[in-house]
């Protein structure tokens, strides 16, 4: 079981690129959630979605910012024209049933916008 | 909406000595989970301990244990004989319990705790 898988590790981009970042969660985890972290803070919930359905984004800002979780794939997060505010590590965190037992986080990718 | 609060954002102690770490929280549910993240300069999010809110005895895992005081809604770390690999950032968070819906993390702003040889 090779756990959440995030990737990639690191990410460069250029001011108004897009960003897409991938999270494969634990085999048989039907939850996804997708936390942000910016420098020297804790981690805040942007948004949790299902196979196919987003449940809450109430974390996730209004524009420039999309999440999916298709039938088949990874989940993605998906930064649209992005800016230097935008710099932090994303972590991707999965869930097989309710209840914090099997919730487990991802390594996290980092984002930098130069 | 959950607040969690950690008062000290750097602690540093010698190896081998205990350490306490705090977090005091703000809820109006009864029902919830608690939970102390270490997070290591790799970046990844390691889960040291975690206390259902309904239970009264502490949690503990080998040198970790908690002092958990719902009243006072607090919900402190400590770590005995420390080692220089106890060295990160730590993260209290909160989660209520919810039969639907997002169980989200609320995480408070980390502490720094070094431990020197």
């Known amino acids: 079981n090779a756990g959440v898988m995030q990737n990639p590790r690191h990410l460069v981009r250029r001011r108004g690129q897009e960003a897409r970042l991938r999270c494969s969660p634990m085999?048989?985890?039907?939850?996804v959630y997708w936390y942000r972290q910016l420098p020297e803070e804790g981690l805040k919930f942007m948004v949790y979605?299902?196979?196919?359905?987003?449940?809450?984004e109430s974390g996730m800002p209004k524009e420039r910012f999309s999440a999916e979780f298709p039938k088949e794939g990874p989940s993605i997060l998906r930064i649209q024209q992005v800016v230097r505010g935008d710099s932090a590590a994303y972590f991707c965190?999965?869930?097989?049933?309710?209840?914090?037992?099997?919730?487990?986080f991802g390594s996290g990718t980092r984002l930098t916008v130069v | 909406a959950q607040t969690v609060t950690q008062s000290q954002p750097e602690m540093s102690v010698q190896e081998a000595e205990t350490v306490t770490l705090s977090c005091t929280y703000d809820?109006?549910?009864?029902?919830?989970?608690l939970f102390w993240y270490k997070q290591p300069p790799s970046r990844q999010m390691i889960l040291v301990i975690r206390?259902?809110?309904?239970?009264?005895q502490n949690a503990t895992e080998n040198r970790f244990s908690v002092n958990f005081q719902k009243a006072a809604k607090s919900f402190s770390l400590k770590i005995s004989d420390s080692q220089l690999g106890d060295t990160a950032m730590y993260f209290c968070?909160?989660?209520?319990?919810?039969?639907?819906?997002?169980?989200?993390?609320?995480f408070g702003q980390g502490t720094r705790l070094t431990i020197n040889p």
């Open positions: 809820t109006s549910e009864n029902n919830y989970y």
């Open positions: 206390q259902e809110a309904y239970k009264q």
């Open positions: 085999k048989g985890h039907s939850h």
């Open positions: 979605l299902q196979k196919e359905n987003i449940i809450d």
């Open positions: 965190a999965s869930s097989g049933q309710r209840g914090p037992g099997s919730y487990t």
């Open positions: 968070a909160f989660m209520k319990h919810a039969d639907q819906g997002a169980q989200k993390l609320v």
